[in-house]
């Protein structure tokens, strides 16, 4: 239930974040520039994810064929698909989280905060669960 709220909250607050920027920005630099830089992270992202694709499925199936896991590519595959997306959507705040997705430094954080709360949240739900190990002896009173 928390995710949903997480998700209607975003809904709601995303495009008042955008048009906000757009406006402040556009101020700063001019509607006409404004919106060419907003064109120009679109191309970015169309080239992203048709030729970032293509070049990380043939290292994907690089890495299969010699037999090594391709935990990298499809780690990085993720976040260009990610990236790629959030470039293409038209909006400031949007195209700086994906830019901001294409440093690896960035995906390592990400990650590394995916994994410590998958393993509080599985360590914590274990704690919740009480074993009691009971054995019944029968006696003759």
């Not at 990610?82 to 690896?104: K, V």
């Not at 704690?127 to 002896?137: A, M, P, S």
């Amino acid at each position: 239930m928390l995710g949903n709220n997480k998700l209607i909250l975003a809904v709601i607050f995303l495009p008042i974040i955008e048009i906000y920027l757009f406006i402040e920005i556009g101020a700063l630099l001019g509607p006409f520039l404004t919106i060419l830089l907003t064109l120009l992270t679109a191309v970015l992202g169309v080239y992203l994810l048709k030729i970032g694709t293509f070049h990380n499925f043939r290292n994907l199936q690089e890495k299969i064929l010699k037999g090594i896991r391709p935990d990298q590519e499809i780690q990085s595959g993720i976040f260009n698909l990610i990236s790629a997306i959030l470039l293409i959507l038209p909006g400031i705040f949007t195209d700086s989280l994906g830019i901001l997705l294409l440093f690896r430094s960035i995906q390592a954080l990400i990650i590394s905060y995916i994994l410590k709360n998958k393993y509080n949240y599985r360590s914590s739900r274990d704690r919740k669960k009480t074993i009691i190990d009971v054995e019944h002896k029968e006696s003759d009173d």
